[in-house]
C-alpha cells in the first residue's frame, strides 16, 4: 500500500510540474559559442570589473569599413522550437560605443537601435517575438553607426514564452494519455486520502 501512494504522489508531481518544465528553456548564446558568426569584428579581452561581458570577452567591431556585422542564431540548438521568445542582449558600455547600433530580429520581424553607451553589463530586454525554426536570429550591423564608434558584440539570450501548439502524432498520443490519467488519477487518490 506504501508503494501505491509513493507512485501516486510521484505521479502527481510529475504531472504539477509539466507546465514549469515545458516553459523553462532558455538559450544562451555567447560571442564564442556556436550559433555565433561575424565579419569584420575582433575578439576583445577585458578584464575589468566597470564593463562586465559574458565569459570574459567580447568582439568590437570599429564603424569604418561598412558591411561588417555579428549574428546570434539559436535555431541550431536542440532546444530550439518554434513560438514566442524574450530576447536580451548583453553589451560592454562605455562613452566609445555606439550610440545607435542597428539590431535586425528575425527576417523582418522587427528593426531597433540600441545604445551601448549606458547599461552595460546587464541583460536588457529587447522584445518577445514570434519565431519559426529558420529565419529566427538577431543580427548587429555597422550601417548605422557613426565614424570611430565601436560596436560590441557580446551574448543574446532567448528564453521560450511560449511554444507554438504541436500536433501529437498517433504513436506518442496514447502515452500521453496515459500519463496525464494515471497522474489525474494520483491526484484524486491524494486528495480523498487526506
Known amino acids: 500500500m506504501k508503494l501505491n501512494k509513493f507512485v501516486l504522489k510521484i505521479s502527481a508531481a510529475l504531472m504539477l510540474s509539466l507546465p514549469i518544465v515545458a516553459n523553462s528553456t532558455v538559450i544562451m548564446i555567447d560571442n564564442t559559442d556556436t550559433g ?3 565579419v ?8 575589468g570589473t566597470t564593463r562586465p561581458s559574458i565569459g570574459g570577452t567580447y568582439m568590437v567591431d570599429q564603424a569604418g569599413t561598412q ?5 546570434w542564431d539559436p535555431t541550431n540548438s536542440a ?7 524574450q530576447v536580451e542582449m548583453n553589451w560592454t558600455a562605455w562613452s566609445n560605443r555606439a550610440s545607435a547600433a542597428l539590431l535586425t530580429i528575425g527576417s523582418g520581424l522587427d528593426t531597433l537601435f540600441i545604445n551601448q553607451t549606458i547599461n552595460g553589463g546587464n541583460w536588457q530586454d529587447l522584445g518577445n517575438y514570434s519565431f519559426g525554426t529558420s529565419g529566427s536570429y538577431v543580427k548587429m550591423d555597422d550601417s548605422n553607426s557613426s565614424r570611430g564608434k565601436y560596436l560590441v558584440a557580446d551574448a543574446v539570450r532567448f528564453t521560450l514564452i511560449s511554444a507554438e501548439p504541436t500536433i501529437v502524432s498517433a504513436v506518442s498520443a496514447p502515452a500521453c ?5 494515471f497522474g ?3 491526484l484524486l487518490r491524494l ?4
Open 36 to 38: 555565433f558568426s561575424s
Open 40 to 47: 569584420g569584428f575582433i575578439e576583445s579581452l577585458y578584464t
Open 67 to 71: 558591411g561588417d556585422y555579428a549574428i
Open 79 to 85: 532546444d530550439w522550437v518554434a513560438g514566442i521568445w
Open 177 to 181: 494519455i496515459a500519463l496525464l490519467g
Open 184 to 186: 489525474a488519477f494520483g
Open 191 to 194: 486528495r480523498r486520502s487526506k
